[in-house]
């Protein structure tokens, strides 16, 4: 065995990220223990009957050149078809020549496609698009009265902003205006969250769409019809509209990244949960973990400790524990869960304008904000990667709904579920009345790290961990923060250089995703 070694807990995109950096860059052996049977986390591919689910959408795309060359060491990017002009993907400090280098995703597997970005609302039965673009096309579909309200309480929020701007609706209010706010963030923002924004600490918004406004969505619509290019890196994430995806969704990603730590030597163990952890003198000094199945147990005494666990389930799991007024704080933390309902159907019944007539809208994801559904979001496979159904003559959806683990929503079975979201898609005029073929379901505890309830309290949970000198928290749940891929696998290169250089600074971690300049809007 390696003198030196680091147990990594999880193998989602931060917690295969450490391994893969500590296996290829360092002489830390890594070991990677994963709670579940599947490899990525929520960036995991899920294939149901051939037909493949990305749980939530995961574009590949990142403001980090380091995060983008890291992907494309690991899937490069395809060749365009003969006859295809060419593309040059124009990204901050280098360009991506995708003309005809790279694998042709038709015979090769081991690819990076690269798509076109098109997602919109779902509202009053029409689409808009999203982001909100103030041209003439929605600002016809949302009327004239709305239109001028829409503008005069903008003008407002930026002559009387809502001081001090501690709650998410006074951030919406402040940089789109409170009209804006309550037709197209209020419902869907608390659809999501389950409670109302003025709950919702102001720091999500911060996190999630900082830098994108009114403003700038008008500047973005300008810059178009002059010509400017729309992937720079003046440009909010939320308006990119290329994106790379790996032929087979996300999971083949972290599929491949988990085959290379193991050929350089790491370990990667699935099935195993972490269910203790010993400290002394401010150092984790033993790991514990018992098998799902089987229900062994195995020990470990790690030189360091990288979690991606949940902050709660961690703070739980030391031994000795921590103060009590301290996990007081740990044990109330919230998250919101996720459910996904696959639907196999024949058919959409909407479509878009083409050259040559109606075709088949090209949608990656669509935000439904009708409130007389529970539906949040809806997933076109297809559109993702045509490699994703097994059946290009079939649509293959992922309609997503947010829950609380315990809920009545949550406490319905897969069959209600099921039926559920084909009753939905009917009501609102998506699909027709017998059009799914096959349908599955699929839980995801733990998506969302809450910026509520104890949130407010989280400092003192943060500088507890932080006081141990080998415990590394990364990725979305290991630090409780809302991070997008690109940010979990940031933070956990940032441990990997700390822990290669012999230092340690937390602070730079957690400073990732809080400068714009990492930000990525969903």
């Known amino acids: 065995m390696p003198s030196r070694q680091a147990l990594i807990i999880g193998a989602g995109p931060a917690g295969l990220t450490a391994a893969h950096e500590l296996a290829t860059r360092t002489d830390v052996a890594p070991v990677v223990l994963e709670q579940t049977d599947a490899l990525g986390g929520i ?24 995060v983008m060359a890291w992907w494309l060491d690991k899937l490069p990017v395809q060749a365009l078809p003969p006859g295809t002009t060419p593309i040059t993907y124009h990204h901050r400090t280098r360009e991506l020549d995708v003309a005809g280098d790279g694998p042709d995703p038709a015979t090769t597997d ?18 808009f698009p999203y982001p909100i673009k103030l041209d003439p096309d929605t600002l016809g579909k949302l009327g004239p009265v709305r239109t001028v309200r829409i503008g ?118 699935t099935g195993w949960q972490v269910v203790r952890l010993t400290h002394a003198e ?40 921590p103060p009590p007024e301290v996990k007081a704080v740990s044990d109330a933390l919230e998250y919101r869960d996720f459910l996904t309902v696959g639907l196999l159907v024949d058919r959409l019944r909407v479509t878009e304008p083409g050259p040559d007539g109606p075709r088949p809208i090209r949608d990656n994801w669509i935000y439904i904000q009708e409130p007389d559904v529970q539906l949040g979001r809806l997933q076109i496979f297809n559109n993702w990667s045509p490699w994703m159904v097994a059946d ?65 309290r989280f400092g003192e949970v943060r500088a507890y961990l932080d006081g141990f000198a080998n415990l590394w928290l990364v990725g979305r749940n290991g630090m409780h923060r809302y991070n997008n891929q690109d940010h979990s696998m940031l933070t956990a290169m940032t441990a990997v ?17 809080t400068e714009e300049e990492y930000h990525e809007e969903k």
């Open 43 to 66: 960036s995991r591919t899920v294939n149901h009957h051939g037909n493949r689910i990305d749980i939530g959408g995961h574009r590949f795309f990142s403001k980090s050149d380091r």
């Open 110 to 127: 081991a690819v990076m496609l690269l798509r076109e970005r098109q997602s919109r609302i779902y509202f009053l039965r029409r689409f």
């Open 392 to 456: 290009p003559a079939t649509v293959w959806l992922g309609l997503e709904y947010f829950a609380n683990e315990g809920d009545a929503l949550w406490a319905l079975d897969d069959a209600a579920l099921k039926a559920l979201g084909e009753q939905e898609l009917v009501k609102i005029g998506l699909i027709a009345p017998g059009s799914v073929r096959d349908a599955c379901v699929i839980r995801q505890p733990k998506a969302y790290p809450g910026y509520f309830g104890a949130y407010d």
């Open 282 to 321: 401010g150092r984790i000094t033993g790991v514990t973990a018992r098998h799902g199945q089987t229900g062994e147990t195995r020990g470990w005494s790690p030189e360091h400790v990288v979690s991606t666990m949940p902050v709660r389930e961690l703070m739980q799991a030391l031994d000795p524990p």
């Open 152 to 269: 005069l309480s903008y003008l407002r929020s930026v002559l009387f902003p809502i001081r001090p701007e501690t709650h998410l609706e006074a951030f919406f209010i402040n940089r789109f205006g409170r009209e804006l706010y309550q037709t197209f963030f209020k419902a869907y923002t608390e659809k999501v969250w389950g409670r109302a924004c003025k709950d919702i600490s102001a720091e999500w918004g911060a996190q999630r769409i900082k830098g994108l406004s009114v403003t700038k969505a008008i500047a973005h619509f300008l810059g178009k019809l002059l010509g400017r290019s729309a992937a720079g890196k003046a440009v909010e994430t939320s308006l990119i509209e290329q994106f790379l995806y790996p032929k087979h969704g996300p999971g083949q990603m972290w599929e491949e990244t988990a085959r290379r730590v193991q050929a350089a030597g790491g370990e990667v163990h």
């Open 497 to 513: 250089d700390q822990i290669a250089a012999g230092v340690r600074d937390p602070e730079a971690i957690w400073g990732i995703n």
